[in-house]
């Protein structure tokens, strides 16, 4: 097939973003209440892990959960807590409106004693770096006031106990610890079609200087889709658990561009799964020559295809394969909050 007919049969091949972070609670319960009371995201989706119908599989986002806007917890009680080291993310970052915002959210972490690190400068954007209950580290991140913002923020959950103003608007990006640097970036400037676009320094830390974080940026680029590449030196080996990210997935708007990608993934010599179908999105992962585990997974169909935005995330959901089963999949599962109890 020609280039010219391959672009126009599935689109602009760009990657759009982030499309979600999924990482591990040992407290399904207590992740629900940080994640919905304290940062007033919404549950969109009360489901299970699709590989592991005895683990649930929890989506937060906006609204209603568009791409982009989600975190997501397999809740893997037995994991043992994450390590921090190569190949490994170590910060998720989210957006919000503007700096006036990230005052708001440093009161209310004192407010409710939730561990951060201050208000801090990086590459021209304001930044308030904390942690959940089980250690995850996360980020909120602000634009700075003459930054293009082409890819969309999420729309304000009206139901949230934060302002609208304030509000987590979706993903900002992610921080990687790279086992081999030079080619992850080998990878994702090349065939995932990334571009550094600045960088910062971090302080140092534990067995490491001062530490060069390099950001690249895909698609339209701007806020929603960002990896920020650390450089440390002689890292041990991280590990995925309670507390950490299990693997980040980035944005394709169909299942044309879906395949397309398979397709130019496997050319590029990477051993990526066939194409998965998740009910809510199709997926295909790949693990990074660094130690990270991505995925690309489709924009849609979303959250509301088995529930109305009403309710979603009030009830356990499972896709059409797993409803024969599910008697037995509830019997194995710990009862959790609604999402409207949780909002309470």
């Not at 809740?75 to 005052?103: C, K, N, Q, Y």
């Not at 400068?121 to 996360?138: C, I």
């Not at 051993?271 to 990270?292: A, K, L, N, W």
Request: aromatic residues 8%; glycine residues 12%.
């Amino acid at each position: 097939m020609a280039d010219t007919e391959k672009t126009e049969n599935t689109g602009d091949m760009r990657l759009g973003g982030l499309h979600h972070i999924t990482a591990v609670t040992g407290d399904a319960a207590g992740n629900v209440a940080f994640y919905t009371r304290v940062l007033g995201m919404r549950l969109v989706k009360k489901t299970v892990n699709q590989d592991d119908v005895s683990a649930y599989h929890l989506f937060y986002g906006d609204e209603i959960g568009h791409a982009g806007t989600e975190l997501t917890f397999f809740d893997w009680p037995d994991a043992g807590p994450a390590r921090s080291g190569a190949g490994t993310v170590v910060a998720s970052m989210f957006r919000v409106p503007d700096r006036a915002a990230l005052d708001w959210w440093l009161t209310r972490f004192d407010e409710l004693n939730v561990t951060h690190e201050g208000i801090q400068e990086r590459a021209g954007r304001a930044v308030l770096p904390f942690s959940d209950p089980e250690g995850q580290r996360l980020e909120l991140v602000a634009p700075s006031t003459d930054e293009a913002q082409p890819v969309a923020g999420g729309t304000p959950w009206a139901k949230s106990p934060i302002p609208a103003e304030y509000q987590i608007r979706g993903l900002h990006g992610v921080r990687l610890l790279s086992a081999r640097p030079s080619a992850t970036l080998q990878v994702i400037a090349g065939p995932m079609g990334f571009r550094e676009t600045g960088q910062y320094t971090l302080p140092p830390t534990e067995g490491s200087g001062e530490r060069l974080v390099r950001i690249y940026q895909v698609g339209d680029g701007g806020p929603g889709t960002e990896i920020h590449l650390e450089e440390r030196d002689a890292l041990r080996m991280g590990r995925v658990g309670i507390g950490g990210v299990h693997h980040v997935a980035f944005r394709t708007p169909t299942n044309e561009t879906h395949a397309a990608w398979r397709e130019q993934l496997a050319e590029a010599g990477l051993q990526v799964t066939p194409v998965i179908d998740r009910f809510y999105f199709h997926s295909i992962y790949f693990r990074e020559p660094g130690g990270i585990l991505c995925e690309i997974a489709t924009d849609g169909p979303g959250f509301a295809t088995d529930e109305d935005l009403a309710t979603l995330g009030e009830s356990l959901a499972l896709p059409p394969f797993l409803e024969p089963y599910r008697q037995q999949i509830e019997a194995g599962l710990r009862p959790l909050p609604t999402a409207s109890s949780a909002t309470a």
